[in-house]
């Protein structure tokens, strides 16, 4: 498997052990040891993968990454000590990819960063034009029209809009206000219809809408379509 992953971590026997469990998966790898030296790295080069511990010397992991967000989607992966619920929705909120708890053994490090390398070369393989392929659905943006198996499922405008917004955004979580602003068109106005709208597309697509696999709800942060849908054999 081909990848290129910048590997922020300031404990560098760590760091290194990392970069040689990965480049033995084919990965290539880069080092840096603290977030102002990875900035420009991160900012001027392109990368499959950041891989980036939160508890750095000067600037920490969050400010980094709130500050590549402002020019770049590269994914990152958090590497952190750190449990707290709060630490994870703020991470989220301003980006991250995957949290990964330390200690971390270095091969379940690469599995995670082969699986997520995995997930993104089929996502983008499956973005490829305007049909979105997630299951056994197919999305056609540009002919607004979604089936299942071949055969057509019937969506409204709205149902249509909103998962077009999700789909095209795996592992994003979109606040039900985010939702309406898109879709709706208005800052202000009834947030709860879109909660309604999340239901009857779940019912359309889930074959248990009590517990989705589509779209999921992310606590705390609103809706979020589940990545894991465009890779191969997850329906």
Not at 152 to 162: K, V
Not at 200 to 226: C, V
């Amino acid at each position: 498997m081909h990848g290129k992953i910048l590997i922020v971590e300031d404990t560098k026997e760590l760091a290194e052990l990392y970069m040689l469990y990965l480049q033995n998966e084919g990965f290539e790898c880069r080092l840096a040891y603290d977030a102002e030296s990875a900035l420009p790295m991160a900012q001027h080069e392109e990368w499959d993968l950041i891989v980036l511990d939160l508890n750095l010397p000067g600037m920490d992991g969050f400010q980094f990454l709130e500050l590549l967000r402002k020019s770049k989607s590269v994914p990152v992966m958090i590497l952190t000590a750190r449990e707290a619920d709060e630490d994870v929705i703020f991470g989220l909120g301003v980006g991250a990819d995957d949290f990964v708890t330390k200690p971390c053994p270095p091969k379940v490090l690469a599995a995670r960063v082969r699986a997520h390398i995995r997930r993104t070369i089929a996502i983008q393989t499956r973005q490829n034009g305007s049909v979105v392929k997630f299951g056994p659905y197919e999305l056609d943006v540009e002919g607004m029209y979604l089936t299942k198996n071949g055969e057509p499922i019937s969506l409204s405008a709205r149902e249509f809009n909103i998962l077009k917004e999700l789909v095209g955004n795996p592992g994003k979580p979109f606040s039900p206000e985010d939702i309406y602003a898109r879709v709706w068109g208005q800052e202000y106005g009834d947030v709860s219809a879109v909660g309604v709208y999340i239901q009857r597309l779940r019912k359309k697509l889930e074959s248990d809408p009590a517990n989705p696999f589509y779209i999921q709800t992310q606590y705390g942060m609103g809706y979020r379509f589940n990545p894991e849908a465009f890779v191969e054999g997850n329906a």
